[in-house]
């Protein structure tokens, strides 16, 4: 161990992390980075294949988001989003406006992602307590969720690693089943299906809509649930009857959104448009921290009116429409655009799907490779037949991600799901050595 991480454990409590496990595997002391290579204090270089928690969406040390803070720092580097305001905010969400689902127009900021997702949920909340429906108080989100660790966003996520300890705590979340793809009750495969599981989600709103206030979703892809897809279908269904039954549709795009799925947000490939969005990640290129929930003008318009009528949106954080975080982020557009980033990335995209088929599809345990835009996930198994998953105490993905440090990789699984989730601007060359350290590692730990 090093004097770095000697003093970063002496001082560093890090997140989701058991400090226990550092004593013998101490935290990797990052010096430098470039494109998707991150290199510590002694030069070795690893391959960030997951974005650093999906973030980073166009490589570290971009040259053209760091040339535009450090141009945004020399003129305005802060100040109160409350009566002030500054042009590069103005300009992020006028140029935003062109690549938004339709009928999204007012732009709320805040400062991560979980604070976005509460200010949607309490925005939902107010708006049908001020226009007479003030029995819409509860929530419906999918099992398996995640949408954050503050305790809104905490409520109505579903994952037993972040919210058994706090159930406590927790809102009461109407939970309607989410669509299990790789394990689908209706033998559907969901690029090819017409969303036949949504039966689950019309009789929850058919028992439990008029108290319902919104439906939040991860558009297309559990993240932290191990990257489970779904049909865009889904979300068009959705849309309708949460139009009956005038429940809010709040669209969580903050790992999905940028360009991660293929389109600009997730909601592009249904063609329909939620009631809030909440953007965050790649927003800022992974460099600030920075969110926004994204709402319309109906919503907006309940909040319109004289002050002492209490009819406010009394929510606010510091850092809301950071001048440096807006302008990484009008940047992360301009390079989207000028560089056809998304359209190039679609290119690649089943490049690296058929490299990961090509090579895991081979090895026992794979009981599922799944895609999405340039993500990618391996499901293991115990059983590939009857699809019953390892006993998690074995820590399969965990071991996997230790061997892959070993040999330069960033893979970081969830549970026993590898994935990768690079930057977007990631070669093939740099995907054929992922995939084969990747391929090795789990060789490895299955003992194959």
Known sequence: MNKWQEEDLKYIWHPCSQMKDYEGFPPIIIDHAKGINLYDIDGKCYKDVV??????????????????????????????????????????CQKLMDKIPKGLCKFNFADNGSSSIEMALKMSFQYHKQTGNPQKIR????????????LAAL????????????????????????????????????????????ERTEKAFKEFGNETAAMIVEPLLQGSAGMKMYSPVYLKKLRALCDEYNVHLIADEI?????????????????????????????????????????????YDAFYSDY??????????????????CSAAIEVLNILDDENIIENANKKAPIFNNMIKEKFSKLPYVGDIRDLGLINAIELVKDTKTKESF??????????????????????????????????????????????????????????
């Not at 074995?394 to 061997?403: H, S, V």
């Open 255 to 299: 790992a999905t959104g940028y360009g991660r799925t293929g389109k600009m947000f997730a909601f592009d490939w249904a063609g329909v448009s939620p009631d809030i969005m909440c953007v965050s990640k790649g927003l800022t290129g992974g460099y600030m921290p920075m969110s926004i929930a994204i709402t319309t003008q109906e919503i």
């Open 155 to 198: 409520a109505v996520g579903d994952c037993d690693l972040y919210t058994k300890l706090y159930k406590p705590l927790l809102l009461d979340i109407i939970r309607i089943d989410k669509p299990d793809c790789y394990r689908c009750p209706y033998c559907k495969h969901y690029k090819t299906c017409n969303a036949e599981c949504f």
């Open 139 to 150: 929530f419906m989100a999918m099992t398996e969720a995640y949408h954050g660790e503050t």
């Open 51 to 92: 974005s650093s928690w999906w973030c980073n969406l166009l490589g570290h040390c971009n040259s053209r988001i760091s040339n535009a803070i450090k141009k945004q720092l020399d003129s305005l580097e802060h100040v109160i989003f409350a009566n002030f305001s500054h042009k590069t905010a103005i300009t992020l």
């Open 308 to 325: 002492l009528e209490g009819k406010a949106f009394m929510h606010s954080h510091t850092y809301a429409g950071n001048p440096l975080g």
């Open 391 to 448: 006993d998690g105490k074995l820590r399969l993905g965990y071991q996997i991600y230790k061997k892959a440090l070993d040999k330069g990789v960033l893979l970081r699984p969830l549970g026993d799901v590898i994935y990768f989730n690079p930057p977007l601007i990631i070669d093939e060359e740099d995907m054929e050595y992922v995939t084969d350290v990747a391929v090795s590692c789990a060789k490895e730990v299955l003992n194959i």
